[in-house]
């Protein structure tokens, strides 16, 4: 129930952002769309069987996210402008929470210059985009990975 409520206050935070008014109809309709999909996604993410997470401290990742995103952006500019080159590479990751690890592949995902392949365990597969003179690109990725799982690890209930 704690997270159903946590996920409920984080759509509604989602929803008057996206508004950008404050209004009694934007509220309202924002409650009313913030429990219909809590209440419909219950059944395909069973957000009660997540153990391990703080859905709080998940939270503050979108934040992050956000800043991540226009950060790499920038890099990506300066990449395609200064000659890129895609590449293939594997990373490790440390999350324990599989939840957490679907998380870190999806954050990755909305980096620009990177597209996750595939995950094996704790091996992170990622096509990403690096400079054309560079030969070592796993520096780049896993650069990229530590300050997304940095941040993830603090939602991690039991990291230390």
């Given amino acids: ?12 935070i ?5 508004m950008a008014e404050i209004s009694w109809f934007s509220v309202i309709v924002g409650v009313v769309v913030s ?7 219950t059944k395909l993410i ?11 401290m998940l939270s503050l990742h979108i934040i992050f996210l956000v800043k991540e995103v226009y950060l790499q952006g920038f890099h990506v500019v300066r990449l395609i402008i200064r ?10 990751t440390e999350l324990k929470s599989e939840f957490l690890k679907a998380v870190l592949i999806n954050s990755i995902t909305l980096t620009p210059g990177s597209i996750p392949l595939c995950i094996e365990g ?13 030969t070592n690109t796993y520096e780049e990725v896993n650069e990229l990975r530590k300050r997304i799982e940095v941040n993830l690890k603090k939602a991690e209930k039991n990291h230390p």
């Avoid at 069973?46 to 709080?56: A, R």
């Avoid at 000659?83 to 490790?92: C, E, I, L, N, R």
């Fill in 1 to 12: 129930m704690k997270n159903r409520t946590y996920a409920f206050i984080l759509l509604f």
């Fill in 14 to 18: 989602i929803w008057m952002i996206f």
């Fill in 35 to 41: 429990l219909f999909v809590v209440i419909f996604t």
């Fill in 46 to 56: 069973p957000l009660g069987s997540i153990t391990g997470v703080n859905f709080l």
């Fill in 83 to 92: 000659g890129a080159k895609p590449d293939v590479t594997v990373v490790k």
């Fill in 122 to 134: 704790d091996d992170l597969t990622v096509l990403n985009l690096s400079c054309a003179k560079n």
